[in-house]
């Protein structure tokens, strides 16, 4: 379809002519996320610089009824940035201000499209750090951020993304913009339109200003163990967990994905079941938490335990870690990455690794296993050539049996990726009658569909 005359009209007297492309070139660059999911040519990209603009361009879309897709740094992992047919991309890449950082409050006040990187550089000069961290995305911005309800590496001791989240400036689908929220560090004031707005995949509204929460940088030490088998390894995350340890950070990485980092980077890490942890806190603390993990990693026959003794070593362990997704793509470039990311209750991880792995063997596929270890979430990878349509089958199917195993436990289809297009069939399953409750909320809000439809529900004006 082409861009309807009378909307391009008014968008070109809204938005100056740098603000938006229709160049065949530029809309391909904005067609796909970082998921396998099939590319959909947006109509215009348009990049607004003030809320107002974006505000403006929600109206426009409305009464033209054009669908729009909100878009950060487009690394989300399920087809959530992915433009709806027939609709728009509304880059927020021009809003990447840091307006104010206010280290008294543990607080900061910034744009949308402020990469997650930079907001941390930034931070770091006032001894801060915003604490949850997409593990793989170098671009991620904070609004895509909180589109995704991201959770990353440290989630497991500061919380996730909505964790951190005071106040927000949104425009809604309507063309109006109103703040959510307040700067206070709790209140029981209303409903918590905040939270709703977090992880709502740009369906509800776009935000165009947020206030943070923050941390003081800790003191670190990483450290890394080897072990036998998957089921040790999984199993001293459980034991770890339970001891009252609250490490910064607790990845578990199998013998598949160490292969692939060592491939791809030139390594030559052992091809075993490892962790790597990281120890925040007061260096006292920390030596007798790293004396702590270290026996329960021995008690269950880890083979190493190393502390990382200068940063070099420390950033290299945590390279490792961050460029598996990155090496997979670049190991096997034309194919079709098939992605679990479920979380369950930590009484289940040593048991949902296991089931994660036999699901490989059952279906004959080469799978891989890591994920942010101590807060339950396992990342599940399959490669799959498109050309090989009975093991992309196999793929799926073996996919969506982790998924049920994980509601099956208690646990979640998608730990901090999102529905997007690529879970939509597991919604109803993990929620059942109150996906209802969230199409009112949706249909209330934006009663034409006109905000990423497509993404989340199945129907396709949300
Ligand atoms: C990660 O933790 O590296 C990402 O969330 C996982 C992924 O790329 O699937
Ligand atoms: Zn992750």
New binding site residues.
């Given amino acids: 379809m082409n861009i309807p005359p009378a909307f391009l009209a008014e968008l070109q007297s809204l938005l100056p002519p740098s603000a938006f492309s229709l160049q065949p070139a530029v809309l391909e660059s904005y067609a796909r996320d970082?998921s396998s999911q099939p590319a959909q040519t947006p109509l215009a990209v348009v990049w607004p610089e003030t809320a107002e603009q974006v505000a403006a361009v929600l109206g426009l879309c409305n009464r033209h009824r054009v669908p729009v897709t909100a878009r950060g740094g487009g690394s989300s992992?399920e087809g959530n940035a992915v433009p709806s047919p027939d609709g728009i991309v509304l880059s927020l890449e021009r809003m990447n201000k840091i307006l104010e950082v206010l280290p008294q409050d543990f607080q900061c006040r910034l744009q949308p499209g402020v990469i997650y990187d930079d907001l941390n550089r930034r931070l770091a000069r006032d001894g801060l750090f915003f604490a949850p961290g997409?593990?793989?995305?170098d671009v991620a911005t904070i609004g895509g951020m909180i589109g995704n309800n991201?959770?990353?590496?440290n989630a497991l001791r500061y919380g996730v993304t909505r964790d951190h989240v005071l106040r927000l400036q949104v425009a809604l689908a309507d063309g109006s913009l109103l703040w959510f929220g307040t700067r206070a560090m709790k209140t029981s004031s209303g409903f918590d339109l905040v939270r709703l707005m977090v992880g709502s995949e740009g369906l509800l509204g776009v935000v165009t200003e947020i206030v943070l929460r923050l941390h003081g940088l800790p003191e670190r030490k990483t450290a890394m163990a080897r072990f036998e088998t998957l089921e040790a390894a999984a199993q001293a995350v459980f034991e770890i967990m339970s001891s009252g340890i609250v490490p910064g950070a607790l990845?578990l990485i199998d013998e598949n994905s160490i292969a692939h980092i060592n491939r791809y980077k030139g390594w030559d890490w052992p091809e075993t079941p490892t962790l790597i942890f990281e120890f925040h806190g007061a260096p006292s603390g920390i030596a007798e938490e790293v004396e702590m993990a270290r026996e329960i990693c021995a008690g269950l026959g880890a083979s190493y335990f190393e502390v990382a003794e200068t940063p070099a070593r420390r950033e290299q362990l945590w390279a490792g870690?961050?460029e598996?997704?990155n090496a997979e793509k670049a190991l096997y470039p034309d194919h079709i990455?098939l992605?679990g990311?479920i979380a369950v209750p930590l009484s289940h991880y040593a048991a949902a690794v296991q089931k994660a792995q036999a699901l490989g063997e059952q279906y004959g596929l080469a799978v891989s296993i890591?994920?942010?270890a101590g807060d339950g979430?396992i990342?599940w990878?399959t490669l799959v050539p498109p050309s090989d349509a009975a093991a992309l089958e196999r793929g799926e199917q073996a996919a969506a049996d982790l998924i049920r195993y994980a509601l099956s436990v208690g646990g979640t289809a998608t730990a901090?990726?999102g529905i997007g297009l690529a879970k939509r069939a597991f919604l109803l399953e993990e929620h059942g009658a109150a996906v209802e409750v969230m199409k009112r909320i949706k249909q209330a809000l934006d009663p034409n569909g006109i905000l990423n439809p497509g993404k989340m529900f199945f129907d396709e004006r949300g």
């Fill in positions: 970082e992992l997409p593990s793989s995305g991201a959770g990353g590496l990845e870690r961050k598996i997704t990455m992605k990311d890591f994920g942010h979430n990342h990878h901090e990726h």
